[in-house]
């Protein structure tokens, strides 16, 4: 869904679009339970207007009117003996009415397929996640 306008011709003839996926975040915070991953740019362009985050030092710093911080968060809770929880949370931060107005459009436009992409992501961390358990291994490495 998020790269439709791209397949549709939206993107200036030569332009180079790479494909977006949880390769395009920055890893901000990796522990034991916990993953969180962060973005900035206009996410609502064809070509999402990604801005080079190459750390959390980059990704922390103050953003521009007209441009949006995005935080996906995994965390795994444990319930109860070998029974574990995992829990996606995803915070949006945009400065500006106006960035405010076209995050809110796009984030409609893609909230059923984002749904959908973030279960089967959901599905792929609780198939790591078992799959380490019944080989006694930590939930995460936290190196």
């Known amino acids: 869904m ?18 977006f996926g949880l390769h395009s975040f920055t890893l901000l915070e990796k522990s034991a339970s916990e993953l969180c991953y962060g ?10 207007g990604l801005e080079n985050v190459p750390d959390a030092n980059a990704y922390l710093a103050a953003v521009s009117p007209g441009s949006a911080k995005l935080l996906l968060r995994y965390r795994v809770a444990e ?17 500006d009415k106006i960035t405010q107005m076209k995050m809110a459009a796009y984030w409609l436009a ?3 397929g984002s749904g959908w992409i973030q279960k089967e992501r959901s599905k792929l961390f ?11 291994k930590k939930l995460m490495k936290n190196e």
């Open 110 to 112: 893609i909230s059923a």
């Open 79 to 95: 319930l109860k003996e070998a029974q574990y929880e995992l829990c996606t949370e995803t915070f949006i931060y945009c400065p």
């Open 2 to 19: 998020r790269q439709l306008p791209q397949n549709v011709g939206f993107i200036k003839k030569g332009q180079v679009v790479n494909p």
């Open 39 to 48: 973005l900035r740019g206009q996410f609502w362009r064809a070509d999402f």
């Open 126 to 136: 609780s198939q790591k996640f078992k799959s380490r358990l019944r080989n006694g």
